[in-house]
């Protein structure tokens, strides 16, 4: 059982590609609130076991903040450069497969280094600010992920710290 030296070069060649763009998946973006805002857990007394408030949406703002980038160490370089000198090796004869392999090395260092200050770069991350006028005269903010159907004026319910259009 005879395997070729080109089978196994363009497998390990898919397989480290594969592995590569394994990498590009955005980081997660861990927050501490969701619509509908859902208050921390507190010790409720017996008597006020459920608080309801009624308002109108006085106002949505957007709220950004945005991480530095870490730049890049070089490893997307090496391991793009690896991932196309193999690619390129498998591409012409004598003379040109050199050619094919220091084009491969030098794109996928390229390829690789772009990939890599595109993940280790700033993100920006939006959350909302819903504010609430209540009946009372007084006002709330909840910081929300995404605002959902809530327009300003909008009438809302405010149940134990959760907020929901009526």
Do not use: W
Request: charged fraction near 15%; charge should be positive.
């Amino acid at each position: 059982m005879k395997i070729s030296m080109r089978f196994v070069s363009v497998t390990a060649s898919v397989l480290a590609l594969a592995t590569l763009t394994a990498c590009v998946a955005p980081a997660p973006v861990y927050t501490t609130s969701r619509y509908p805002y859902q208050a921390p857990p507190q010790a409720i007394p017996y008597q006020e076991a459920s608080y309801v408030e009624y308002g109108h949406v006085a106002n949505i703002e957007v709220l950004r903040s945005e991480t530095a980038g870490t730049g890049t160490t070089g490893g997307g370089a090496v391991a793009g450069g690896v991932i196309g000198g193999v690619v390129g090796n498998q591409f012409g004869r004598a003379n040109g497969r050199a050619a094919a392999t220091a084009l491969g090395i030098v794109g996928g260092a390229l390829l690789g280094n772009t990939i890599e200050a595109q993940q280790n770069g700033p993100r920006v991350y939006e959350m909302y600010r819903v504010s609430v006028q209540t009946d009372r005269g007084g006002y709330r903010a909840f910081d929300v992920q995404s605002p959902g159907d809530l327009r300003i004026g909008d009438r809302v319910r405010i149940d134990n710290g959760q907020i929901s259009r009526m």
